[in-house]
């Protein structure tokens, strides 16, 4: 059984073979290979999950076995295993969804290297939860940025590139701040490895010395992972990058990219800073008041937007809001719910933009909701799935939405009372403003029974992979809104080893 | 037994959610919803008889449980809301007949989301804690949304909208005092006379402030379905835009799902004694009165005859409310007496409204001149709905005001126990004011009046439901006796 502890090196060295591999391969085998990949990493991190919760604690992974200061190492616990795992499972079905758009908008000799772009996603989010060395970290965000701006411009025509090359600067920007914030860090404590940095952090938080360097590099880290992951008011990227991109590579994008972030800032939160350090330093409160506001930004902005893989956009923005929020406003409950919300909002996003994305494809490619009044009756497979999505992102009761509401509420109610009627506040309006727009998308989709002899039905047949996926995604939604115990005692429990 | 109440939910679920699945011709779609309708009503009649049950479906986490549970208070909405369906069911098998045009919803797809209505109201009426009623009310919104917007024209739509932003919104606010009861409070399971306030209760005395807040404010979240000012706005809007069935039950029943939910959070959650006397109470009341003169104001000054309905909807319904907040047993009793009486009569006066649509297209309050000589039998429905709405006996309407008013005066609060029934009988004459004139202009058109054809009544399937209604007003009220006394035995517990 120990044997499985060298799973996470053996899926890292993996997917950056198979990433080059890829590239002289077939488009069919490159695909073959990539699903492959992610479904055996889903399989390896349920086994590392098994053991890791037999045992009760993380462990740490010296790759090559040179202990610190020279060494390399990966940490590995219960939620590592969890992330990984839903983050591989979502690749895999995000995929195998988006087959057929990727057959029909990739260029034949191109798609190879779109799978191998999602070789290195996978190697780098995998990277991102492991990591237990900052700078292992730098070059995993680096490798990410890359590899998504391929993901994002595979279709090659200049709205895309103009798209990718906005999410470039803004991506770099993000990871430049990072890189200054670990190298400050370097300067004062001289480490690089999390335990032995959350040690000297500890011990110079305690004597007072190199305070402002401390800040500054606190500072740093937060900005430059929150302008990666779109966190307001760094989320104007998002529109046009989801808008002009192919829809699975939009869900990739919102639903594991920018989540693979979050999930490494708040790793970094309780191993390099320490909570204490950290929520006494007053930077939470400002990533709670931009998380609040994010929410509810990204909400209005997605009401006046009428073209709806900008509005999903717009919405991702505001559930990526939800997130910070959770992170700033305690370190118990406030994270238990960040985490909780990162599972819900990647369980639910990719699904729903696959849907926009069949929704428009079978209307002649209008993006409009004027040009897709009706759309469900064309396919009524995508038409329920994006009510499901939509169900779930208003937080309806048996949706993983719900349990996230219901944990935001809980949480609140343990910080402090200057932030308590904020959030619920927030909640409420952002309740209110995603009816808003997504009831308006519902409804124009199921009005109007459109011309029959225009647009012809879309039958189940040719959209097999799309079904199968979508299914899974709803029903793990379902499954993990009703049972949500589990889940929650699962975080509960991570957090309090972390 | 507890099995049965699941059946409840399900049998008008699954029968409305595989309706547009059989593609029947509309003779079969008829046969299959009124069979659906009947063995709903049956089922609901078997278990008005069963003794006080409890059946957890699953749990969420360990305070977000899922149960259902019957006790007097669901088997009261839920005998309503069984009775009141099928009557304006069979009322739309011939009405819809003509509803469905270019560009409008199929019949099918109405009483598909009918009966699935029906399958979240009985949830709602079953349910055994907040987060389960929660559920219910959310997908009572969700599912009774395309019943208003049948037309799919622009206005439908915008009204569907409307009632939707307003009843989610409002939800949420109910949802918000759920965050703060699964906090404080011990449980979120139904218990008659609630969790705070009582004794042991130490922790709502120590965040007394917050706890009143967000029982106002929940509280005013759930009104929005009840259409209590200041969320009343939808009602006026979605009523007449909907086909005359639903709104005969949105005004009827779905808004009474509203009182449900604040009799739940209000009287076994929160707990009477916790709000007795306290600024929210008083609140509660001037908004409730407010709401019953505004919206009986607004009813005389309405030329639409679906709109003016609406507003009395308003108003009617928070006569029930009145007797709610009053939170001693007369006013109780009087609220639920009025949630009865209002449902039957209501349910009554829509689909007669529908039935001047039907034959002549005759909305405007105008039109209606001489409509006693076409369809003398409906008007003579309309008129003792109307006189049951008044308030005159022996008809239901005046028992539930007698009561009121009794609650009121038995309060003690200083002024609202005599400003109450005074704005009660101002507002019983301004309803008579709106609706008596149709009656009578109905039937004495005066000399100038062109006769029209003579008796062109609806046919047995528009005029028996009718019928039985107009009827049911008045033997409601001949038999208030048994009512109020089960009543009052029934829910003393909660005091």
């Known amino acids: 059984m120990s044997f499985c502890l060298n799973f996470p090196l053996f899926l890292l060295v993996g997917s950056l073979l198979s990433a080059v591999l890829s590239c002289a391969l077939e488009k069919n085998a490159a695909r073959i290979l990539c699903m492959a990949l992610t479904i055996t990493s889903f399989a390896a991190n349920l086994v590392i999950g098994i053991y890791t919760y037999r045992t009760g604690q993380n462990y740490t992974y010296l790759m090559g076995h040179y202990p610190h200061p020279w060494g390399n190492e990966l940490r590995i616990g ?126 110079l938080s305690a004597d007072g010395t190199y305070a402002l360097p401390l800040l500054a590099s606190m500072c740093l880290i937060v900005t430059g992972l929150s302008v990666k992951s779109g966190l307001f008011p760094f989320h104007i990227w998002m529109a046009d990058t989801y808008g002009a991109a192919i829809p699975g590579s939009s869900g990739i994008l919102s639903g594991l990219v920018s989540k693979g ?58 559930q990526i809001g939800y997130i910070y929020m959770g992170l700033g406003l305690s370190p118990v409950l406030g994270m238990e719910a960040a985490l909780f919300q990162i599972l819900a909002h990647a369980f639910t996003k990719p699904a729903l ?83 808003v727009y997504f009831a308006r998308a519902i409804l124009h989709f199921y009005t109007k029974n459109p011309n029959p002899d225009v647009y012809s039905k879309v039958r189940v047949r040719e959209q097999k992979t799309y079904i199968l996926s979508a299914s899974v995604f709803a029903a793990l939604n379902l499954f993990f809104g009703i049972f949500a115990k589990p889940l929650i005692d699962i975080l509960a429990g991570a957090l309090s080893v972390f | 037994m507890k099995i049965l109440m699941l059946f409840l939910i399900l049998i008008p679920a699954l029968s409305g959610a595989l309706l547009p699945v059989f593609r029947m011709k509309r003779k079969g779609n008829l046969i299959y919803t009124g069979a659906a309708l009947l063995v709903s009503l049956v089922l609901a009649f078997v278990l008005l008889f069963a003794s006080e049950a409890e059946l957890v479906l699953f749990s969420m986490t360990d305070k977000l449980r899922v149960s259902l549970h019957l006790d007097l208070l669901s088997k009261v909405f839920m005998g309503l809301a069984a009775c009141g369906f099928p009557l304006a069911g069979f009322f739309a098998f011939r009405y819809m007949e003509h509803e469905e045009k270019e560009g409008s919803f199929k019949e099918t797809t109405f009483y598909s989301f009918y009966l699935l209505t029906l399958a979240a109201l009985f949830g709602m009426d079953l349910s055994g804690n907040l987060i389960a009623m929660y559920f219910f009310f959310e997908m009572l919104t969700l599912l009774s949304m395309p019943l208003v917007l049948f037309e799919r024209t622009k206005e439908s739509i915008a009204a569907a909208l409307k009632y939707l932003f307003y009843s989610v919104g409002g939800a949420f606010l109910g949802l918000a005092a759920l965050f703060v009861l699964a906090v404080y409070a011990p449980s ?14 130490e922790a709502s005395e120590a965040h007394r402030t917050l706890l009143l807040v967000m029982s106002l404010l929940g509280i005013i979240g759930f009104s929005a379905k009840a259409g209590m000012y200041p969320l009343h706005g939808w009602l006026p809007t979605a009523h007449p835009e909907a086909p005359a069935p639903a709104s005969a039950v949105l005004s009827g029943i779905i808004a009474k799902a509203g009182v449900l939910a604040i009799i739940r959070l209000l009287y076994y959650v929160i707990g009477p004694n916790f709000l007795r ?140 126990s005599w400003l109450g029934p005074v704005i009660l009988l101002i507002s019983a004459l301004l309803t008579a004011a709106y609706l008596f004139p149709i009656t009578v202009a109905g039937f004495f058109p005066g000399k100038d009046y062109q006769e029209e054809a003579r008796n062109r009544e609806g046919g047995a399937l528009m005029l028996i439901p009718l019928m039985i209604l107009a009827v049911g007003t008045l033997l409601l009220g001949v038999f208030s006796g048994f009512f109020s006394g089960l009543f009052e035995q029934g829910f003393a517990a909660l005091f």
């Not at chain 1, 709670?288 to 919405?315: D, H, K, P, Q, T």
């Not at chain 2, 979120?188 to 209760?201: E, I, S």
């Open chain 2, 277 to 416: 006397g306290t600024w929210v109470q008083i609140t509660l009341l001037s908004l409730s009165l407010l709401t019953v003169f505004m919206g009986s104001m607004m009813a005389y000054r309405e030329k639409n005859l679906k709109k003016r309905l609406a507003y009395s909807s308003v108003s009617q319904i928070s006569y029930a409310l009145f007797g709610l907040f009053l939170l001693n047993p007369a006013g109780f009793s009087g609220g639920i007496l009025q949630v009865l009486a209002h449902a039957a009569a209501k349910i009554c006066l829509f689909l007669t409204a529908g039935s001047f649509i039907y034959h002549g297209n005759k909305r405007m309050v105008s039109d209606l001149r001489g409509i006693g000589k076409i369809m003398p039998l409906t008007l003579i429905a309309f008129t003792l709905a109307s006189l049951s709405l008044v308030g005159i006996p022996p008809f239901s309407g005046f028992v539930s005001k007698w009561f009121l008013a009794q609650g009121a005066l038995e309060s003690g609060i200083s002024v609202l």
């Open chain 1, 261 to 318: 972030y979050s999930f490494l800032l708040i790793k970094i939160i309780f191993d390099v800073f320490g909570t204490d350090v950290f929520y006494a330093s007053g930077i939470h409160n400002v990533v709670f008041a931009l998380g609040g506001l994010g929410v509810i930004v990204g909400s209005v902005s997605a009401i006046r937007e009428n073209n709806v893989l900008r509005m999903c956009a717009y919405s991702s923005a505001a």
């Open chain 1, 78 to 203: 219960l939620t590592e295993a969890l992330f990984s795992a839903a983050f591989s499972l979502i690749l895999f079905l995000t995929l195998l969804g988006a087959r057929k758009t990727l057959i029909q908008r990739v260029q034949q000799d191109k798609g190879r290297f779109y799978y191998c772009m999602c070789d290195l996603v996978q190697a780098a989010l995998l990277a991102l939860v492991y990591t237990n060395d900052l700078f292992t970290g730098y070059v995993f965000i680096e490798i990410c940025t890359l590899s998504s701006c391929g993901i994002l411009m595979i279709r090659e025509n200049g709205k895309t590139i103009l798209a990718s090359v906005r999410y470039m600067i803004f991506s770099l920007i993000g990871s430049g701040l990072f890189l200054l914030g670990v190298i400050f860090l370097y300067g004062i404590t001289g480490h690089l490895l999390m335990p032995n940095l959350r040690e000297s952090i500890a011990g």
């Open chain 1, 353 to 435: 933009f696959l849907s926009a994305g069949y929704l428009t494809d079978s209307m002649g490619g209008a993006k409009k909701f004027r040009n897709l009044t009706g759309a469900a009756h064309v396919n009524p497979a995508a038409g329920a799935f994006f009510a499901f999505g939509a169900f779930s992102m208003i937080g309806l009761p048996l949706t993983m939405g719900f349990i996230v509401k219901y944990l935001f509420g809980a949480a609140a109610f343990e910080s402090t009372h200057l932030k308590l009627i904020p959030t619920l506040l927030v909640l409420a309006v952002s309740t209110v403003l995603n009816t």
């Open chain 2, 188 to 201: 979120l399971d139904f218990v008659p006379g609630g969790y705070l306030g009582g004794a042991g209760a």
